[in-house]
């Protein structure tokens, strides 16, 4: 099971910070990522990260203001983003990956959770 949190209203260059708590999941057998979708457009990969090793892998989009971290102990992963824009808008998800494929594309994974709504003020 994944738990997404943390969204919010933010006005455009503010800062959030996305939590995933995975539970039922050994987090160092999957790559997690988080996705986002944006009202009226199809879903998109972010971020996503492999606590086992913290490789990681991001979309052009964030490249420089977000980042992406793990912590084991807690089985959660942290999508930290800085410097947001209207177009960062969306519900943001986080899924778990078994294969470990540090894909960004939603096919790629196996186990979603609820998303967390994130809104970007001008």
């Known amino acids: 099971q994944l738990q997404a949190s943390g969204g919010g209203l933010v006005q455009a260059g503010g800062s959030l910070t996305l939590s995933c708590a995975v539970s039922?999941?050994?987090?160092?057998?999957?790559?997690i990522g988080w996705l986002r979708q944006a009202p009226g457009k199809e879903r998109k990969g972010v971020m996503c990260?492999?606590?086992?090793?913290?490789?990681?892998e991001y979309a052009d989009s964030v490249k420089g203001r977000f980042t992406i971290s793990a912590d084991s102990a807690k089985s959660t992963v942290y999508l930290h983003m800085n410097d947001l824009s209207p177009e960062d808008t969306g519900t943001y998800y986080c899924?778990?990956?078994?294969?470990?494929?540090?894909?960004?594309?939603?096919?790629?994974?196996?186990?979603w959770g609820q998303g967390t709504q994130v809104t970007v003020a001008s």
């Open positions: 990260i492999s606590s086992s090793d913290g490789d990681f």
């Open positions: 039922g999941l050994n987090l160092d057998d999957y790559a």
């Open positions: 899924a778990a990956d078994g294969h470990k494929l540090l894909l960004l594309r939603p096919l790629a994974y196996d186990y």
